[in-house]
């Protein structure tokens, strides 16, 4: 059972008690300039307070089942604004519309090379309500969702620079956009927005960093950032979401390493591959990572061509990370197993391709923002007609 442990999550009262409060009792000044964030991982912050922490292995719940999204490609992420009961998708545009601009139809492969995205709007049971396009972004590895009276505002990848799809690196025609500064801007309904337009705020958080994406901690008040920092480590970056909205990044309430999940003592490369990073989300001191590839994908494990994510089992993981260490919490047993962190979801196994992308925090009342759980995006169906499906877990174990 779970117990309501915050208060009220009105932004003044999250800002009171969570980053920017104990920004001050930390004799950190609070200014409007714009600063860069150190590069440096620094986990142990004695500003991430004790929370609450999902059960990985608490029972997967199906919320929405294979419901469509604007466009026809596979989902890349997803966020919630609760205040207002909507959800937010991202995919890469699909091929063959022609946009406000545009002289002629674009193909799949330059919308997915120029970084172009589409955002679709559900209601709570994945009915759409709205959409809007994004030009020059990036791939939508992640968005954040942060509600402003009636309007959310979202926070995504921009500027998208086109890279090697690491899905097929040694294939120089097969390309992808990752964005090289992270933006934020209204949710307009049917608006076509390009990267650098005056419709957004841009932000540079770690001068030279690129791959930028973004999550919103709804709980808490935060902005949780992933990046590619000036040595090509990727990192994790949590910031209080009232400073960042100023551009103010030269505190940042913790800072850890990604941590690789095949890593694990006993992992077994042979049966799971390397799992693809698919989403993350942070509430608290908790960071939560999505990784898995989907249904007969293929790798290269010592010279063997494998299939890594069987249909029926799959290789879908999600990971809990303290952010006060930088270290799995719980600590993965010795020898490994499935069960324990990384653990192993067989949510949504039945469907017909799945591909696990995203993660998102449910607040299912308002009013109890300690209550929260983690939803779990996957896409299915035949390519040029996929579909989306969350899935959920609600298990929650309290701080000692």
Known sequence: MTHDRFPHPSRR???????????TAAGVTIGTGTASAATHPTPGSALLVPSPRLDLNSASENWIREKPTRDTTIIQSFGYDNANGHIYLAQVTQGGLK?????????????SRRGDLTITKWDMSGNTLGYMYLRGFGHGMSIGVEPVGGKAYLWTEADGQEVADPVHPDDPTRTTSRGRR???????????????????????????ATTYTASVDPVYGRLAIRFRDTDGVMIFQVHDLDLARLGIWSQPLASVRELNITTVEGWPLTTYGRPFLQGYAVVGQYLYMLHGNSYGSVQNIDGQDLVISEPGVGNTFITSVNLTTGAYDP?????????VNPAHTAAAYTLDYREPEGLGVYI???????VFRIGMGFASGEAGS??????GKAGLVQPS
Request: zero cysteines; hydrophobic letters at 40%.
């Open 13 to 23: 009262s999250l800002l009171a008690w969570s980053g920017a409060g104990a920004l």
């Open 99 to 111: 946009l406000a601009g545009e002289s002629a139809p674009v193909s799949g492969v330059d919308r």
């Open 182 to 208: 992270l933006a934020r801007f209204p949710f307009v309904n049917g608006q076509v927005l390009d990267s650098g337009s005056s419709g957004l705020t841009m932000y540079e958080p770690v001068p030279g």
């Open 331 to 339: 600590a993965p047993p010795t020898p490994f197993k499935v069960t």
């Open 364 to 370: 299912p009342d308002p009013a109890k923002p300690g």
């Open 386 to 391: 996929r579909v989306a499906s969350i899935y």
